[in-house]
Nanobody, 121 residues
Framework: QLQLVESGGGLVQSGGSLRLSCAAS????????IGWFRQAPGKEREGVSC????????NYADSVKGRFTISRDNAKNTVYLQMNSLKPEDTAVYYC??????????????WGQGTQVTVSS
């Protein structure tokens, strides 16, 4: 089945940067559309960014547009989320998952443990 492992989270000051990794095993990642999601304390899980398996197009939530960049390295079977100019409101557990498309909330596989991102002021 689809297995994705998130890593790269940590504690960073406001304005700092982190790069999250989403590593795939058991399947070829470039066949799938991959999304990053996050869940902040007391909040619902929300989509952050998505990269399509088709044309490679990307999209971003308005709250992170211009600060976050999603990319993939097929040789490493990994999707990345580069996060710059981090704000305290970016604090959340970040998850990656395969999606039917960037326009669908349907998820393939199961949620993992995610990786914690904490941004201090």
């Amino acid at each position: 089945q689809l297995q994705l492992v998130e890593s790269g989270g940590g504690l960073v000051q406001s304005g700092g940067s982190l790069r999250l990794s989403c590593a795939a095993s058991g399947f070829t990642l470039d066949y799938y559309t991959i999304g990053w999601f996050r869940q902040a304390p007391g909040k619902e899980r929300e989509g952050v960014s998505c990269i399509s398996s088709g044309d490679g197009s990307t999209n971003y939530a308005d709250s992170v547009k211009g600060r976050f960049t999603i990319s993939r390295d097929n040789a490493k079977n990994t999707v990345y989320l580069q996060m710059n100019s981090l704000k305290p409101e970016d604090t959340a557990v970040y998850y990656c998952a395969a999606r039917i498309s960037c326009n669908s909330n349907l998820i393939l596989g199961s949620w993992g443990q995610g990786t914690q991102v904490t941004v201090s002021s």
